[in-house]
């Protein structure tokens, strides 16, 4: 048909074939097949959907490459018949969800022209699938993070265009179908990126919609309209800060009613209750000041924190709480304490097994909680597995990479060794290290110390070792961290992050734009072009980035920035005479840099 058409420029039988494959369900998903599928030797299934993609996407490259628009507009006009007919009756076999990947995989799906008569009705159709054919159409998009990256990103990105658009269309995102559809279709590929790592989470985050979000609103249908939309239910959409912002908001929530009910029980019942979380602390007793007041006002943790060191002088603005959870961390996190093992390869540190007070592990994950609470930034250097383990997810054995690569190593050469494992290692299924000159033996199954490591057995050596440094070894330590740290964050919002997103929003974010924190900051007794705070900026963009870290880190008491970006740190510039031999100086609390106004560069 092509080839006669091209001959006499009559394109209206093709045209008229197109129409006919393009609007039947049992042709389009008969089409394009490879040779096996075609003859019924195979079957679709979640591996191999049957389709011929090369051959796919040549049809697609003539088609519209052809000189006549009406033979594109009769595929289109075939495809919008199709996705009408189509009902969840028709959806019953891997054979019948075909169509679907047929449709995505053509360009003008990634047109904006085609995104409310094409795509928002193909996502449509792909949100009814049942969850056996959910998992065969996972299974085929899968595909394409090993093979087709570009692909796979230009479907998120259309997607992602559809709701944009939809929304400037009509901003009651709740009830529009077409920001439903997409958002619930967008779900496919988060779950199997959520596995794969193909691309940046932060590319399913959608910008109309973290703008437009109504906060309270939505969290409201969260938590009480059980099957009605909202972005709660797709977390996968929403950006960190506005995660942030819902779990703020259920804490201001929480907050109100505590401050009410303080308000109340002064009032009508003549009991006085502090509307804040209020701690005396001596700087010389910090931990267990900390750590008696905390566990006698349990039921206070969601309040907001204000801090007062006690025989000094000041209210606190914030400035104290930043320094309070410095001091708290670093006294913590000293391996001296004994809390936690440091491993000097990754500069990280991990929950040291023998440690004994489990309340001082509880106290840890309050803590973290109370910074989140109270948007301070901690400067913790955990491995990333401690905050999947926070929110569950499982780890795996790359895990154990961060939290000592030295045995991880040992374990890829065991795996990979070819000679007598059991005569050369001499190794039985048993742990034995050495605590504070007393040798401490644990095995990793029952009779493990008879049971000798060899050739056959070594894979389960390396899952059981694994297991017990990740997690039976650290058990007791690590639920009381936990449960101190659910004990202030264990609302609903917690569900939403990734692991990823609870690091950023717990720590900040290493990413360190020398050039945003400069337009941000603010001075005192200078201007932007006071000679001396160009020779300090001059110097800061000539430094490697481990010396721009450490002058944040000396700026502001973390190398990292609030996750939300550099915008957020307000960093303040102040003046100072030079005096005899002044030298910089810093009020981390404030993000205050002291700078003695030097007479030349050479000095600075």
Not at 260 to 286: C, D, I, K
Not at 372 to 395: E, Q, R, S, T
Not at 439 to 462: A, C, F, M, Q, W
Not at 540 to 550: D, F, I, N, R, S
């Amino acid at each position: 048909l092509y080839e006669k058409a091209s001959k006499t420029s009559d394109w209206s039988s093709l045209a008229a074939r197109l129409l006919a494959v393009f609007s039947s369900f049992p042709a389009l998903n008969g089409s394009f097949l490879k040779k096996d599928f075609v003859l019924g030797i195979q079957r679709a299934s979640k591996h191999d959907s049957g389709l011929d993609c090369e051959s796919l996407r040549s049809f697609y490259t003539s088609v519209l490459d052809m000189p006549a628009s009406g033979v594109i507009n009769a595929m289109v006009t075939g495809m919008c018949e199709l996705l009408s007919s189509v009902t969840q009756m028709h959806l019953l076999e891997p054979e019948h969800i075909r169509f679907a990947l047929i449709l995505l995989e053509c360009p003008l799906i990634q047109n904006p022209t085609y995104h409310s008569v094409l795509l928002a009705p193909l996502a449509s159709r792909i949100i009814l699938l049942s969850p056996k054919l959910s998992a065969v159409f996972v299974g085929w998009l899968t595909r394409y993070c090993d093979h087709e990256v570009s692909l796979f990103t230009g479907m998120i990105g259309s997607f992602q265009a559809l709701i944009t658009a939809s929304l400037v269309a009509r901003h009651d995102a709740y009830h529009y179908w077409p920001v439903i559809a997409a958002t619930k279709a967008l779900g496919y590929f988060n779950v199997i990126n959520s596995t794969h790592k193909t691309v940046d989470f932060q590319l399913f985050y959608n910008p109309a919609v973290n703008q437009a979000l109504d906060i309270g609103r939505d969290y409201q249908y969260w938590i009480t309209s059980g099957s009605a939309f909202c972005f709660c239910q797709y977390p996968f959409i929403l950006s960190i800060a506005n995660k942030n912002n819902l779990m703020k908001y259920e804490s201001r929530t929480q907050m109100n009613k505590e401050f009410q009910g303080a308000y109340m029980n002064t009032m009508y019942r003549g009991v006085r209750t502090a509307p804040y979380l209020e701690l005396h602390v001596h700087r010389n007793n910090l931990v267990q000041d900390t750590l008696m007041q905390v566990c006698a006002r349990a039921t206070e943790l969601k309040k907001q924190l204000r801090i007062t060191f006690v025989g000094e002088e000041g209210i606190d603005a914030g400035g104290l709480q930043k320094e309070f959870f410095q001091l708290l961390v670093r006294e913590l996190f000293n391996v001296n304490f004994g809390m936690f093992k440091y491993n000097s390869e990754t500069n990280l540190f991990w929950f040291n097994p023998f440690a004994e007070d489990c309340q001082e592990f509880e106290l840890v994950g309050i803590i973290i909680g109370l910074a989140i609470y109270n948007g301070v930034i901690l400067d913790l250097h955990f491995p990333f597995a401690a905050y999947k383990k926070l929110l569950n997810y499982p780890l795996v054995e790359k895990d154990l990479l961060e939290v000592d690569p030295s045995l991880y190593q040992g374990f890829q050469t065991l795996r990979t060794f070819d000679g007598d494992v059991e005569d050369v290692y001499c190794q039985s299924f048993e742990v034995v290290q050495e605590v504070f000159g007393t040798t401490h033996s644990v095995e990793l199954k029952p009779g493990g110390k008879d049971i000798d490591l060899t050739n056959e057995n070594r894979e389960e050596y390396i899952s059981l070792y694994t297991n017990y440094i990740l997690s039976s070894s650290i058990e007791k330590q690590f639920k009381s961290f936990q449960a101190g740290f659910l004990r202030v964050c264990g609302g609903n919002a917690l569900a939403l992050f990734k692991p990823k997103e609870l690091e950023l929003l717990i720590c900040g974010s290493e990413e360190l734009d020398l050039r945003k924190l400069e337009n941000v900051a603010e001075y005192y007794g200078y201007i932007p072009h006071s000679p001396t705070v160009r020779h300090l900026w001059e110097i800061l963009y000539a430094y490697p980035l481990e010396m721009k870290k450490k002058f944040l880190f000396f700026t502001t008491g973390s190398d990292r920035i609030p996750f939300e970006g550099i915008g957020q740190l307000a960093l303040k510039i102040t003046r100072e005479d030079p005096g005899h031999g002044n030298l910089p100086s810093s009020h981390t609390c404030f993000n205050q840099l002291v700078l003695p106004d030097y007479q030349n560069k050479a000095i600075l």
